[in-house]
T-cell receptor, first 114, second 113 residues
């Protein structure tokens, strides 16, 4: 079975500061990796995903995540955050084969302070 | 991009009544849809996998007779909460599968009084 651990439940940072949201996973088989963002009272939006190829993946709004197989991690980073980045962030994995069922981490609440 | 809608976005019902939530893939066909439940400040919990034309697969601990799922077409799955009780109050989110990823609906807030 797969599991996902997000090490920080809350991360407060100041605007324009860098941020890293940590995600570690456990799986005996290869997986796809995802970061989703959820704004209050809304569904989830895909931020970025790792399927194969380059281990560094980027989103259009400045976030990036790096897949590290040896450390089974997929940490999310942004060099300079904005107030609008305040949201809940979920790391998730799915099996490469099968019904693409997602296993989510517990979520990290990112709060940007002015 | 792929769009998934849910209806209604919020609903208030009385204890003992049933509520139906619709999940639609608007611009693509989805043979598989998922239903999640999310409690405040918590992660998403997978309730069931909905497969078009066949019975849903429920996760352990989810009552199939209470949460009825129907996936009658490639663009529509419905979740009916039967004989709802206050403890069923939650945020229900559906998703539809694309080639590699899931596309999520905006969620439905259910409040049972």
């Amino acid at each position: 079975a797969q599991s996902v651990t997000q090490l920080d439940s809350q991360v407060p940072v100041f605007e324009e500061a860098p941020v890293e949201l940590r995600c570690n996973y456990s799986s005996s088989v290869s997986v796809y990796l995802f970061w989703y963002v959820q704004y209050p009272n809304q569904g989830l939006q895909l931020l970025l995903k790792y399927l194969s190829g380059s281990t560094l993946v980027e989103s259009i709004n400045g976030f990036e995540a790096e897949f590290n197989k040896s450390q089974t991690s997929f940490h999310l980073r942004k060099p300079s955050v904005h107030i609008s980045d305040t949201a809940e962030y979920f790391c998730a994995v799915s099996l490469i084969q099968g019904a693409q069922k997602l296993v989510f981490g517990q979520g990290t609440r990112l709060t940007i302070n002015p | 991009g792929a769009v998934v809608s849910q209806h209604p976005s919020w609903v208030i019902c009385k204890s003992g009544t049933s509520v139906k939530i619709e999940c639609r893939s608007l611009d693509f066909q989805a043979t598989t849809m998922f239903w999640y439940r999310q409690f405040p400040k918590q992660s998403l919990m997978l309730m069931a996998t909905s497969n078009e034309g066949s019975k849903a697969t429920y996760e352990q601990g989810v009552e199939k007779d209470k949460f009825l799922i129907n996936h009658a077409s490639l663009t529509l799955s419905t979740l009916t909460v039967t004989s709802a009780h206050p403890e069923d109050s939650s945020f229900y989110i559906c998703s539809a599968t694309g080639t590699y990823e899931q596309y999520f609906g905006p969620g439905t807030r259910l409040t049972v009084t």
